[in-house]
């Protein structure tokens, strides 16, 4: 059965670095989310893509956060400059519009820790 | 008033028992209705679906659906021990840049 899946599962990376989150979207899919979850927290929506641009983005979806489709498989999620409270596990997703339904299949997450 | 309210649990229930997990929206023009399955310390797995008022059933697990009262429930019946897990109850817009807004899930206990 096709999955989303997401390298690295552990990033780990001190305050002001730089980091990409990488995804490979399930192959049919056309739109792509990421979403966060902090411990203990619930799953937060950050951005949604389709068609090589932006679709939606949330209020934490700042500035030091950018996605991008380098090629027809991979989809990233660059921070430019963490931040102690970008600690999360971070999630990529996606779905298939042609199905007419909404369901958005969930990698299985990165977990980034910022020291 | 939060967007997805859930009860946090924990729900527990002996095995083979029903359990029933509960959940209510703010948003009225929500359209889609998801409850996900979250294992402690992995992703989200989708496990059921749910358009229109009414009843959903997919082998063990129902949704049901009730819009006027933006109260969404999952049944899981003949609970079993691999069951205990976080449930989330999630709603979206329709349209499929839409984002799904999660409740902070209901977590299950099934005691053996």
């Known amino acids: 059965e096709p999955e989303v899946t997401q390298t690295p599962s552990h990033q780990v990376t001190q305050m002001g670095q730089e980091v990409i989150l990488r995804c490979v979207p399930i192959s049919n899919h056309l739109y792509f989310y990421w979403y966060r979850q902090i411990l203990g927290q619930k799953v937060e929506f950050l951005v949604s893509?389709?068609?090589?641009?932006?679709?939606?983005k949330s209020e934490i979806f700042d500035d030091q956060f950018s996605v991008e489709r380098p090629d027809g498989s991979n989809f990233t999620l660059k921070i430019r400059s963490t931040k102690l409270e970008d600690s999360a596990m971070y999630f990529c997703a996606s779905s298939d519009p042609g199905t007419g339904m909404d369901e958005q299949y969930f990698g299985p997450g990165t977990r980034l820790t910022v020291t | 008033q939060k967007e997805v309210e859930q009860n946090s649990g924990p729900l527990s229930v002996p095995e083979g028992a029903i359990a029933s997990l509960n959940c209510t929206y703010s948003d009225r023009v929500s359209q889609s209705f998801f409850w996900y399955r979250q294992y402690s310390g992995k992703s989200p797995e989708l496990i059921m679906s749910?358009?229109?008022?009414g009843d959903k059933e997919d082998g063990r697990f129902t949704a049901q659906l009730n819009k006027a009262s933006q109260y969404v429930s999952l049944l899981i019946r003949d609970s079993q021990p691999s069951d205990s897990a976080t449930y989330l109850c999630?709603?979206?817009?329709?349209?499929?840049?839409?984002?799904?807004?999660f409740g902070t899930g209901t977590k299950l206990q099934v005691i053996p």
């Open positions: 893509f389709y068609n090589n641009e932006i679709s939606e």
């Open positions: 999630a709603v979206k817009r329709s349209g499929g840049y839409q984002k799904v807004t």
């Open positions: 749910i358009y229109s008022n």
